[in-house]
């Protein structure tokens, strides 16, 4: 919860050429043709080019960071209203057919009821647009949701349970504190086997914690005998459930005790059956075939040999930060520990696994020589006219204020004692810029300081084949924050030409 809607920067979107475009309107990632190293060929293009693509890669950015839509479904369920909803093109006899259709093909209790109609019509007059950018998303989830349910014997449609529990959100959490796609408390996550540490949080991680739901959905159904009223128990807790059938007089459909159970759980499994009905009847309902900017099957991971962080990963393989948060979720602040005796993945895109592999030896090289320099306490790293404070927006999230000051999230996170990628609009930030004044007042400062820069700078003109990585590699003690500090540079797209200062 507190996630304001993304709307990333449109300049951290990499240039690609017209293949790719093809490919990402597609709804595909790009095949892996050729494996470039870091030091590959950087386009001239502009990114003006290809505004398209551009504009539909952003889309699936804000996708990806926002959590928009996990806070809509919260309060949805919690606050369902049973009330009759005119809705023309679906009339209630063709409703009832396609539910008992529904119901034969698999074990839950699908039975019409006027209660589950008023959710349907609902879901469709209000929440068509959230329903559609679910279904994209589901592209990705669900092929490793069924490949884990199935494993347990669970029934597959139990998929469309991550929708009602967190809007596929890995990183979402309650108000009560239930984390991640399957929403775990920490002592149920524990016990399932989903480890919490300050730097890890497998509750958040898509495998691991659809294997605990599978195996927690698995017990339930062994002990009520009913796929309804497992779910309810997923939901409230087996105890509320018992309670219910005691309250109700013995009843044990799940309609018989809706009245006795708690408020959020009364309206849940309405929730997910109107789900359910809406994916499996999407191209009757006039839904756009779902598109998404990646498969989890062109997804790879990597054992990490070394402490590394997501930022330091996006700079080497010149990766937008919010798709490694999004592969990589279940990192807390965005860090992947390296702990003897424990394996820690790094999820790329396929065409990014060879970069990663063939450059290893100099990516762990330079993280460590990163690092080492961060050993001091940042903010006395700065002179004081280099601090300033930053108020949250509507629409911020931290990597949109990281690049618009040319820090990195993990720094502000640091600065900042931050916890979570959670930020609340109004919520003050400290930011600290390297050899640069933030404040109009301190201009003239600024430009004296520019100039001794100007003084004591080599200049490097970018060639074919550069990245702000391999230039930092020729030039011993300049890192890649370096240059971009030196140069007033946010992203990582750089212009065969551009002349670059770097200092001595």
Known sequence: MG????????????????????????????????????GDTISAKTLEDNKLASEYDEKWLEELYSNTLFDTIYESIADIRFEAVDLPELPTDTLKMRLQRLSAKTP?????????????????????????????????????????????????????????????????????GATGLWQFMYPTGKMY????????????DPIKSTVAASKYLAKLYEIFGD???????????????????????????????????????????????????????AEEHGFKKAVSGYRYMETDTIHVKQTISLDQVS???????????????????????????????????????GKFVTNEKDIYAYVQAEFDKREKPMPQLFEQENKTTYKVR???????????????????????????????VGQRLTIYQRGRSTSSSTKSSSSSNNTSITTNTKTYKVQKGDSLWSISKKFPGVSVQ???????????NLKVGTTLKISK
């Open 3 to 38: 996630f304001s809607q993304v709307q990333p920067n449109p300049n951290k979107t990499k240039k690609v050429n017209q293949a790719k475009i093809d490919s990402i309107l597609d709804g595909n990632t790009v095949p892996n043709k050729s494996i470039n190293p870091i």
């Open 315 to 353: 700079e080497l393989l010149e990766l937008p930060i919010e798709e490694l948060q999004f592969l990589n979720p279940a990192y807390k602040l965005d860090i992947i520990p390296f702990v003897e005796g424990e394996n820690h993945t790094l999820r790329l895109p396929r065409h990014s696994i």
């Open 482 to 492: 370096n240059i971009k500090d030196w140069n007033d540079i946010s992203g990582t």
């Open 108 to 176: 839950f209790n699908i039975e019409y009821n006027p209660g589950l109609e008023s959710v349907i019509k609902s879901y469709l007059k209000n929440r068509r647009s959230s329903m559609q950018r679910l279904m994209a998303l589901s592209e990705y989830y669900f092929p490793l949701f069924e490949k884990e349910l199935d494993n347990m014997d669970v029934p597959l449609e139990i998929k469309y349970l991550a929708i009602v529990e967190s809007a596929l959100k890995p990183r979402a959490k309650s108000r009560v």
């Open 394 to 424: 509507s629409g911020d999230y931290l990597g949109k204020v990281a690049r618009k000051y040319g820090v990195r999230v993990s720094d502000i996170k640091k600065w900042n004692g931050l916890r979570s990628n959670n930020l609340r």
């Open 227 to 281: 796929w309804d009223l497992a779910l309810a128990a997923y939901n409230s807790g087996p105890g509320n459930v018992s309670k219910a059938i005691r309250r109700s007089g013995g009843y044990q459909n799940y309609w018989n005790l809706r009245p006795h159970l708690p408020r959020e759980t009364a309206g849940y499994l309405p929730a997910f059956l109107a789900t359910m009905y809406i994916f499996e009847y």
């Open 193 to 204: 086997g989903l480890n919490v540490t300050s730097y890890v949080d497998e509750r958040s």
